[in-house]
């Protein structure tokens, strides 16, 4: 895997523990197969490590590197967000079941229990 893509994969994450954004110098390619990169993240400014990971798994195919934009989220049409009532309700509804919690399962679901 290309080590451009892999640096705009964390290009907009930052370390759970200082704030940081992750730099370029914040991932490592520890390994790379034919199919296979095995990195390690680690925070440039406190230092923390975020462990190893492994990308690919599959055969690699020659691709344009994708721009910036191409890898912006795009707004999608769809339901409202959810609202702070919608947490409580759901909250509300699952505090309150009790050992009639199979009737909120449709019938044709109830045999994969």
């Keep these: 895997m290309n080590k451009k893509i892999i640096n705009m994969l964390f290009s907009d994450m930052c370390c759970s523990e200082c704030k940081a954004d ?3 110098d914040s991932v490592f390619v520890l ?6 990169t095995v990195i390690q993240v680690i925070c440039q400014h406190c230092g923390k490590s ?3 990971a492994l990308l690919g798994g599959c055969e690699e195919k020659k691709v344009k ?8 989220l795009q707004i999608q049409e769809g339901p409202d967000a959810i609202c702070y ?19 909120y399962i449709p019938e044709n679901l109830k045999k994969n229990l």
């Design 22 to 24: 992750f730099t370029d």
């Design 85 to 103: 009532d919608d947490v409580i309700d759901a909250h509300n509804f699952f505090k309150n079941l009790d050992e009639g919690w199979e009737k």
């Design 50 to 52: 975020f462990g190893i």
């Design 31 to 36: 390994r790379k197969e034919k199919n296979l």
């Design 65 to 72: 590197t994708p721009s910036r934009d191409d890898m912006a």
